[in-house]
């Protein structure tokens, strides 16, 4: 079967000169990325593939070199880097239900942290990269936990007939936020890093707050609301002070993921009439459409370095990657694939 071509801008000598930029850009991520122990260390990019006819891991290297990394009759998705680029951490259906498993670049070192029947998702890395949070139904309904990297020290953190779920750690690891139903609808919550002084942050009255996310310094917390019926984009203060719509509009707007800095904010938007990725500063101005396909898009994420966002779309009949520059030049389809492709996730840089 013929392969596809890349995806191409006119070919005028600014967008020529834009792409140039890319690749460079590319490349001294790629070298910003180097992994001192050499494992894998040629590779800057994670994401899920079904193109070996199950979901499997594959890492991308700058020229597109791609590599199986879980290799697995399994079903594997979620991959994340450790905060120091040295592992991956993803979930994986191997033994009949979903376990959090963590592997080296090179794949050669697997282990799996939770070996339980139940079902475990959502893993989040610690910043200092020693301890695992995630999601577990093991005693009835889904509380999160956390694990060392080794597979050590197993705690649950919640316990209330509610779900928690969505665990993710402030910058300085000393907490925790998540969403939890424990109001007569969903809301956002805060809790220290061993499970104690659990506070509400936002009312789960007349609403649903979902999907919480720490700004770099962990002063703000970005999250998506229903209170307006339809979804939008949220920022309020670590104690829930101060929130404020940054999206404000009657179509759905979702995923909301902070840049490096915490001076912008990337989401999804259906209010042109299909799912678009759209750029706004922290403070809910400079509202902007990156990706303006008549496609669907999904799931931006930022560069380490803030001057790209990858993202999911499906232009040409099947999801795949792509790269944008964040001033929405330099459009390169990453993954050029005839399978399923998605679930981006840089490396960090060093």
């Not at 339980?116 to 200092?128: F, L, T």
């Not at 759905?252 to 993921?257: C, E, G, I, K």
């Not at 560069?303 to 520059?325: C, K, M, T, Y």
């Amino acid at each position: 079967m013929k392969r596809r071509a890349m995806i191409t801008t006119h070919s005028t000598h600014s967008q020529r000169r834009a792409r140039l930029v890319l690749l460079a850009t590319v490349a001294l991520q790629l070298t910003a990325c180097s992994n001192p122990t050499g494992l894998g260390s040629e590779f800057w990019f994670a994401y899920v593939t079904n193109r070996d006819g199950n979901n499997e891991i594959y890492l991308v290297d700058a020229s597109g070199r791609v590599s199986n990394l879980t290799r697995h009759p399994g079903s594997d998705a979620n991959p994340t880097w450790s905060p120091d680029g040295e592992r991956i951490v993803f979930t994986s259906i191997r033994d009949d239900n979903r376990d959090i498993y963590v592997t080296t670049p090179d794949g050669q070192d697997v282990l799996n942290l939770t070996h339980h029947p139940a079902a475990e998702d959502n893993p989040a890395w610690s910043p200092d990269g020693s301890r695992i949070a995630f999601t577990s139904t093991r005693d009835g309904n889904t509380e999160i936990y956390i694990v060392d990297v080794d597979g050590q020290n197993l705690a649950r953190l919640t316990d209330h007939p509610a779900p928690d779920t969505d665990p993710r750690w402030s910058p300085d690891g000393t907490q925790i936020a998540f969403t939890s139903a424990r109001a007569s609808r969903a809301a956002i919550y805060v809790m220290n890093a061993d499970g104690t002084g659990v506070v509400q942050l936002t009312s789960g009255t007349n609403a649903n707050d979902i999907h919480p996310s720490w700004s770099i310094d962990g002063s703000q917390i970005l999250f998506e609301s229903d209170r307006n019926e339809a979804s939008d984009v949220y920022v309020m203060n670590a104690d829930g002070s101060g929130q404020l719509n940054l999206s404000n509009h009657a179509a759905h707007d979702t995923q909301p993921a902070w840049s490096p800095n915490g001076s912008q904010v990337a989401f999804l938007s259906n209010r042109d009439s299909n799912w678009e990725v759209y750029i706004v500063s922290a403070d809910g101005t400079g509202l902007r459409n990156l990706t303006n396909h008549a496609g669907q898009d999904s799931r931006p994420v930022w560069s380490p370095h803030g001057g790209q966002i990858a993202f999911e779309g499906r232009r040409d009949g099947q999801w795949e990657i792509f790269l944008v520059a964040i001033d929405g030049t330099a459009l390169t389809n990453l993954t050029n694939n005839l399978a399923n492709e998605g679930a981006p996730g840089w490396r960090p840089g060093r």
